[in-house]
């Protein structure tokens, strides 16, 4: 397959562009620093505009990955401007552009994420639960899957990719908590009751080329992990899989005061099933997370 990515050269697309590298696609980035596509995407070659690709052969398949950290830094007025850009403005450009080529890709898998379903407490929560929009990134979410299902209007077939925290042996969420919890300074988030969603590397990869290759899949998807845990269960998985204690609870009070509105990510939570994934049939590689945490952390020598 000849695949257009956008968001190529972050954690999951560049695990994306060496599981396909090895199958044999052709693999076109989408990005910012084309020149350094080839040295971070395996066997992918870069583009600094769409428009690059006028006049070349079709595509059979566009991954929409692209978006600056959502957690980098607090969402001051101007972070929100480049997180509304990287995700929803970028999307729209995306779509406007497949909808000028003559021969257009059959197939359009766009990121989104379970912050789409904002803090969803203690409900159960699958694809069939709504958007929340009572915070800033559900909102972000809300409006970056609506430019994608644009492309429904160009009989493309069009799925939504909600991602939750990822797990992973280089970079992603754990990256940020290892040194604090190897140090034996990790601990809960506030009370630790909110729900947390998770998902293994592997089974991301896994689940968006799965989505790619079924033409019976569309619409939204949960990249989750089955088995649902709250944040003090993890925080004790983590700390277990470390060897280290984990005795220094923060505060939520604290977290408000530093992160203001994006403190959100941190207390809040979805207590959200993979409904979808596991009715489509895809057989998640690692469904519990003592599994998933030993297996990423042995990855990387701890």
């Known amino acids: 397959m000849r695949i257009l990515l956008t968001g190529g050269t972050g954690l999951i697309g560049r695990a994306l562009c060496r599981h396909w590298h090895e199958q044999g696609h052709e693999l076109i980035v989408w990005s910012r620093s084309p020149q350094r596509v080839p040295s971070l995407c395996s066997g992918a070659r870069g583009i600094g505009r769409l ?3 006028d006049g070349a052969a079709p595509l059979d398949a566009v991954v929409n990955l692209a978006g600056a950290s ?3 830094r607090p969402w ?3 972070r929100r401007k480049v997180l509304w850009s990287s995700r929803v403005d970028l999307t729209r450009e995306l779509v406007a552009w497949l909808g000028d080529q003559p021969s257009r890709p059959a197939v359009l898998l766009s990121g ?3 912050g789409w379903y904002g803090d969803g407490e203690q409900r159960h929560l699958d694809e069939n639960s709504p958007a929340s929009r009572a915070d800033f990134g559900s909102k ?3 409006a970056w899957e609506q430019e994608a299902e644009r492309a429904r209007q160009l009989d493309m077939r069009v799925v939504l990719i909600r991602t939750a925290p990822v797990l992973a042996p280089q970079g992603g969420f754990l990256a940020r908590l290892r040194l604090p919890f190897s140090l034996g300074l990790g601990g809960r988030l506030g ?5 947390m969603p998770w998902i293994h590397l592997e089974d991301e990869v896994g689940l968006i080329d799965f989505l790619l290759q079924r033409e019976d899949c569309v619409d939204p998807y949960n990249a989750c992990a089955p088995q649902q845990v709250r944040n003090v269960e993890f925080t004790q998985a983590l700390a277990q899989a470390l060897r280290r204690p984990a005795v220094l609870p923060v505060p939520a009070w604290a977290l408000r005061l530093a992160l203001g509105d994006m403190s959100v990510l941190l207390l809040g939570g ?3 099933a993979p409904r979808r994934a596991l009715e489509a049939g895809y ?3 690692h469904p519990r997370l003592d599994e998933a945490l030993a297996d990423v952390l042995h990855r990387t020598g701890k």
């Open 51 to 53: 428009r690059d690709l």
């Open 70 to 72: 959502i957690a980098g």
């Open 76 to 78: 001051t007025a101007s």
């Open 112 to 114: 989104s994420a379970v």
């Open 140 to 142: 972000l979410c809300v």
């Open 191 to 195: 009370r630790g009751e909110q729900w």
């Open 270 to 272: 979805q207590r959200l």
């Open 283 to 285: 057989p998640f590689r």
